[in-house]
């Protein structure tokens, strides 16, 4: 896909990416499927070395131990960046990173995770909403509609 526009500043970040230097915990593992950068990912069929993105189904908001770092992936015809099966991802366990977020959202709000589409809101626990139990997420930054936000875990 060929770049067709050119503008004088660059988005300020986008999911997966690293939001700062502050101490973080980034673990690798090997990609069981797609995943896309800045997702909160499970332990795949192999608990060791393998990582899957959550689904839709109702309980992965407990299971989901990280969030995928972005990397450097080549991008499909489509323009979709991706990691694919067997490729190495790193999985932040601890600090902050870029994520999708699903409605706008409020600095210092807990994150929670929207099963119907894996992206991240500050809506509270309900049926299709669900926490993270095996780490805690904090939003740092807001928005005033969907886009981008950083996440702290912990």
Do not use: C, H
């Amino acid at each position: 896909m060929s770049q067709t526009t050119v503008t004088q500043y660059g988005a300020a970040g986008f999911a997966g990416l690293i939001a700062d230097t502050s101490d973080n915990n980034i673990m690798s593992y090997s990609a069981e499927g797609t995943i896309g950068f800045g997702v909160p990912v499970v332990l795949g069929t192999n608990k060791e070395r393998q990582v899957l993105a959550t689904d839709t189904n109702v309980g992965q908001g407990a299971l989901a131990i990280g969030i995928s770092v972005s990397g450097v992936i080549e991008q499909t015809s489509a323009g979709v960046a991706a990691y694919v099966a067997t490729q190495s991802v790193g999985v932040m366990k601890r600090g902050r990173i870029w994520v999708n977020t699903d409605d706008a959202v409020t600095a210092g709000a807990v994150a929670n995770l929207k099963l119907s589409n894996g992206k991240f809101t500050d809506e509270a626990v309900a049926s299709g909403i669900e926490e993270f139990t095996q780490f805690s997420a904090r939003f740092i930054t807001g928005t005033t509609g969907a886009g981008l936000a950083i996440v702290e875990i912990k």
